[in-house]
């Protein structure tokens, strides 16, 4: 069964940074979600094998998602954290191929989901 592991999470002050990371293998899509307690599971950024991205509205010019493909490695650098963005942050994959401009935060289009990485930001 394909799991994936994410790490990085944390604890960190409002206005401070973490960097989540995730192994990825043989994926063309890729992405991170997060959910809030009595929330429902939000789409954050996504990622294609062409390197195309999109991200979540509130997260966009704070959070930048990257793939280093040496590494197998997908990560979320997220910056100028808020307390709004305390929730546990999960890493996602999928293997059937799309366009390279298709780039939708959808948790319907990954199949693979990791257990989760908790991040908490304090005010």
């Known amino acids: 069964q394909v799991q994936l592991v994410e790490s990085g999470g944390g604890s960190v002050q409002a206005g401070g940074s973490l960097r989540l990371s995730c192994v990825v293998s043989g994926y063309t899509y890729m992405g991170w979600f997060r959910q809030a307690p009595g929330k429902e599971r939000e789409g954050v950024a996504v990622?294609?094998?062409?390197?195309?991205?999109s991200y979540k509205v509130s997260v966009a010019g704070r959070f930048t998602i990257s793939l280093d493909n040496a590494k197998n490695t997908l990560y979320l650098q997220m910056n100028r954290l808020k307390p709004e963005d305390t929730a546990m942050y999960y890493c996602?994959?999928?293997?059937?191929?799309?366009?390279?401009?298709?780039?939708?935060?959808?948790?319907?289009?990954?199949?693979?989901w990791g257990q989760g990485t908790q991040v908490t930001v304090s005010s």
């Open positions: 996602a994959a999928d293997r059937r191929p799309r366009a390279s401009g298709y780039v939708v935060l959808s948790p319907q289009e990954f199949d693979y």
């Open positions: 990622i294609n094998s062409s390197g195309s991205t």
